[in-house]
């Protein structure tokens, strides 16, 4: 069984810096595209940020230059970070994997709320 656990949430002023983890369990990790999506109170979950077996890394455009995902494959962990916190970035942040053909798993969510 595929298990991801989040970790690092909390409040944070705006312009400060958070550092959230998802350990994985139940798959090989390494070769898994790991990915960080967020939800804030009304709206829709959406995308953050991926990072690709290779390392590759992609982000929605309004985290570019503040937000970093990263892998350490050693300790099968995903991180986010985040500097230059904004009121905007606060919602609930999940992270996600693909599992068999089609499907996906996601975390139980680790809340950000940044205030000013």
């Known amino acids: 069984q595929v298990l991801l656990v989040e970790s690092g949430g909390g409040s944070v002023q705006a312009g400060g810096s958070l550092r959230l983890s998802c350990e994985a369990t139940g798959l090989i990790f390494s070769s898994q595209a790991m990915r960080w999506y967020r939800q804030a109170p009304g709206k829709e979950r959406e995308w953050v940020a991926s990072i690709n077996s290779d390392n590759s890394a992609y982000y929605i455009e309004s985290v570019k230059g503040r937000f970093t995902i990263a892998r350490d494959n050693a300790r099968n962990t995903v991180l986010l970070q985040m500097n230059s916190l904004k009121p905007e970035d606060t919602a609930n942040y999940y992270c996600?994997?693909?599992?068999?053909?089609?499907?996906?798993?996601w975390g139980q969510g680790t809340q950000v709320t940044v205030f000013t």
């Open positions: 996600n994997t693909a599992v068999n053909i089609g499907g996906e798993v």
